[in-house]
């Protein structure tokens, strides 16, 4: 039968010895830092000079340590790319589309509700030809088609879009501009936490009082009954003459646009977006299949550029990929339509190190800087570091001499 009471004194004892031993190595330890601390500073009583010196070498220490080791620095850019994805990082709703006149086709896929005011003709639909006043249309799939054109798309279209404003935390995402079409693509994906409709991307355009046909797919008219047939869906088409010439359109989940822009010497390409705009997560990238594997394989969107950082330049070749790090680029300054290029970009952030090449993990040049590089020219930091470094080999040296001619005396 176990003894409770003999098993407990002897753990009791068994812990007191232990602490014993521990209090005796607390007190050894304090004994040791006080006789050192005591030797140092008999030491720096009689050699003042040793203090200045390892004053000096404490501070030469901690400008070549912020000279060498790289820290965060603003950097900006200026690349031509095909196409490119970011995130609004913004507080508030801003516009992203400026004014654009003359456009020759507005193609929309996603979930949305509008209302179209005018009259109304139709071959392919009796109740729908010859109807006047405002219908309410639902678009209820992700794959749902809203087109709209000008009749005459040969005479100068007033068709406009006056604006696309987005809201915090949307995706822009395969941002690309087709110069063979003269055609801008691309889609928005907001944030799941949208308050109200008044709060959704939202793009307004101008209808004009001209003539314009209308295609819908995957649609309801409740008004009038009439409805696409889920399980063989047939595109309707209409004409439209508008009373009501702005319309507002609220994008609450994602949806893919597409636009169709007039000839590139009839529109300044320049000036179609809005500038400055905070971003974050940009990438500049595009995505292929390989094969008969059905995953997505990244290639750079970059056609040339270059980065600039602490008075360093970095180029950018044809297809290769820009890692910016940590945050990284953070505002979207201008982006402008090349007719026969692509997208000119320019860019801004703040990064410890730039690195570009063929492979994400086998990047090929890169530019860092240290935080002396934010007060003078990369020219200058050579001589400061070769100075620094000199000043403390020579001190570090003689305080070695001076201890070991110390330790020998004693």
Request: positive net charge; aromatic residues 10%; hydrophobic residues 40%.
């Amino acid at each position: 039968m176990i003894n409770w009471q003999q098993v407990k004194q002897r753990f009791l004892n068994s812990t007191s010895t232990i602490i014993r031993w521990l209090l005796k190595l607390v007190v050894l330890v304090f004994q040791i830092i006080f006789k050192l601390f005591k030797f140092l500073a008999k030491y720096f009583v009689k050699k003042k000079s040793t203090v200045f010196s390892i004053f000096g070498l404490l501070l030469f220490g901690s400008i070549l340590a912020v000279a060498i080791f790289p820290s965060v620095n603003n950097f900006e850019g200026n690349l031509i790319v095909q196409q490119m994805n970011f995130t609004y990082a913004g507080n508030k709703s801003s516009r992203f589309l400026t004014r654009i006149p003359n456009i020759q086709e507005v193609d929309i896929k996603g979930i949305q509700t509008l209302s179209l005011s005018g009259d109304y003709q139709s071959k392919s639909n009796r109740i729908l030809d010859k109807y006047q006043g405002t219908l309410e249309i639902q678009l209820n799939d992700e794959t749902s088609h809203l087109i709209i054109t000008p009749v005459n798309p040969e005479s100068f279209s007033k068709l406009e879009i006056r604006k696309l404003i987005l809201r915090p935390q949307t995706e822009v995402t395969n941002l690309i501009y087709n110069p063979y079409g003269s055609t801008l693509a691309f889609s928005l994906n907001p944030e799941s936490n949208q308050i109200s409709s008044q709060d959704s991307n939202r793009l307004q355009l101008y209808l004009s009082k001209k003539p314009l046909n209308i295609v819908l797919e995957k649609y309801n008219l409740p008004k009038l009954g009439i409805k696409d047939n889920p399980d063989a869906p047939v595109p309707l088409e209409f004409t439209l003459m508008p009373s009501n010439l702005e319309q507002n359109l609220f994008f609450e989940e994602k949806t893919d646009f597409y636009f169709k822009f007039p000839k590139p010497t009839e529109i300044d390409l320049k000036e179609l977006f809005s500038k400055r705009l905070a971003v974050r997560n940009m990438q500049f990238l595009l995505s292929s299949q390989t094969g008969f594997v059905a995953e997505k394989v990244p290639n750079s969107s970059i056609i040339e550029g270059e980065i600039l950082m602490a008075g360093q330049e970095l180029e950018i070749k044809p297809n290769q990929f820009l890692m910016t790090g940590e945050p990284g680029i953070q505002l979207l300054r201008d982006v402008q339509i090349l007719p026969d290029r692509g997208l000119r970009v320019r860019v801004a952030g703040k990064s410890r190190e730039i690195e570009v090449g063929l492979d994400y993990d086998f990047p090929v040049a890169s530019i860092k800087a240290g935080r002396l590089a934010q007060f003078f020219s990369p020219e200058i930091i050579p001589v400061i570091v070769s100075f620094f470094t000199t000043v403390l080999l020579a001190l570090i040296s003689w305080l070695f001499k001076d201890f070991s001619n110390s330790s020998n005396s004693n």
